[in-house]
């Protein structure tokens, strides 16, 4: 596709149980960031990878936050025990290797998580 | 720590009407400073940055480090301005700090 695909769109699940969220990037793009983006808030720095290795994780809020990029290209957040408080959109975007200086992040439509 | 501060959430001008989105940043090193905007069901996307100095959709943007302030300015609104629009920030680490955005609404 043309640009950052995220599924699901909408997930409703039930505190405490587990939840996986897709993004794929734009093809060729190296980089790849997973932000949150809570009701009334500007999105919030999750990780950042950098090809596969995440090259910077200091947003994820506690070990119940997890995120994979086994090949490169398409990441999985992963979210363990999940409570109310995690309820967001997760915006994921991705940009050209060396291009972050320009600040163009690309982003996804999200996926929206409402925890019950 | 790297922080970017939008003190107004919701801004309504009328329609050719100038406008002024304020912005202001905390950081210790140099920043880069950026315009995200997001239209009506549309996804977040880059409006302009301040290295470029350039003007998108008759917007432009300057950098005060003294005042630390990145403020977004259009000396006419238009109607398909209305959106919301988030400042944001990237210091050494390579992610971008955003604000919590501010809604403007061009009134006809």
């Known amino acids: 596709g043309a640009g950052v695909s995220q599924t699901p769109s909408n997930k409703v699940t039930e505190k405490g149980k587990y939840v996986e969220l897709r993004c794929d990037p734009i093809?060729?793009?190296?980089?790849l960031y997973w932000y949150r983006q809570s009701l009334g808030q500007g999105p919030e720095f999750l990780i950042y990878?950098?090809?596969?290795?995440?090259?910077?994780d200091s947003g994820l809020p506690n070990d119940r936050f997890f995120a994979v990029r086994p090949e490169g290209s398409v990441s999985t957040l992963k979210i363990q025990r999940t409570e109310r408080g995690d309820s967001a959109v997760y915006l994921c975007?991705?940009?050209?290797?060396?291009?972050?200086?320009?600040?163009?992040?690309?982003f996804g439509e999200g996926s929206r998580l409402t925890v019950l | 720590a790297q922080r970017v501060t939008q003190p107004e959430k919701l801004l309504s001008v009328f329609k050719g009407a100038p406008v002024e989105l304020k912005c202001n940043y905390s950081?210790?090193?140099?920043?880069?400073l950026f315009w995200y905007v997001q239209y009506s069901r549309q996804r977040l996307q880059l409006l302009l940055r301040?290295?470029s100095r350039e003007s998108i959709k008759g917007f432009t943007a300057d950098l005060n480090k003294g005042e630390t302030s990145f403020h977004l300015k259009k000396p006419f609104a238009q109607e398909e301005d209305s959106a919301m629009y988030y400042c944001?920030?990237?210091?050494?680490?390579?992610?971008?700090?955003f604000g919590s955005g501010t809604q403007l609404t061009v009134l006809p």
């Open positions: 944001a920030l990237s210091g050494s680490a390579r992610q971008l700090t």
């Open positions: 093809s060729g793009h190296t980089a």
């Open positions: 990878f950098q090809g596969t290795g995440a090259a910077d």
């Open positions: 301040h290295i």
């Open positions: 975007a991705s940009s050209l290797q060396g291009a972050f200086n320009t600040g163009e992040l690309f």
């Open positions: 950081y210790s090193g140099s920043p880069e």
